[in-house]
């Protein structure tokens, strides 16, 4: 457990480190958004099509929450949704607000078409639009 969490800590810090390197946002980042995943941190583990320390978000909207399921997950995340990924840490320090603005474009990332490096599960759901 300590293992994991150093683990994480490590990866967190490294990948920090990196955007500090850059200083600029992926391009498939929308400005606001990037302001504010980098305000909570949320970029150190976070990005719309790739894995890092966290699944990508677009993983996350295939999933189908509603905006406020993402909501109450920021704030009370559940590990054992994302088996094989270390636990995120609750992140209460963000502001209703910005976790409801998050979270709405979070969920408009599903169906984004994600280029995908292997699991080629979920292609195409049947969906209205
Ligand atoms: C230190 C790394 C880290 C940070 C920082 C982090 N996350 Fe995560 N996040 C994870 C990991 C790992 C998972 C998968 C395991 C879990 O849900 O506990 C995850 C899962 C999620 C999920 C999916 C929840 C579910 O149950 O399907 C959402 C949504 C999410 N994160 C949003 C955010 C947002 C928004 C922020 C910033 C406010 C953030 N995360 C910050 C690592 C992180």
Redo the contacts with the bound molecule.
Sequence with gaps: MKKIFGL??A??SLAVASIDAHAQAPSDIPAEMNT??TK???????RPNQR????A?AD?AK?K?STEE?VN??YN???A??PG?????P?KQ?PKE??VK??TW?NSLDGSPAKKAGSGKGKSKSKKA
Excluded: E, F, N, R
């Design positions: 994480l800590i990866s967190a504010l995943m909570y941190t949320c970029i150190a583990c976070h890092l320390v966290g699944p978000y996350v999933k929450y993402i997950l920021i995340p559940i590990p949704h994302w990924y270390p636990p995120m840490a992140m963000v910005d976790a998050l979270a979070i």
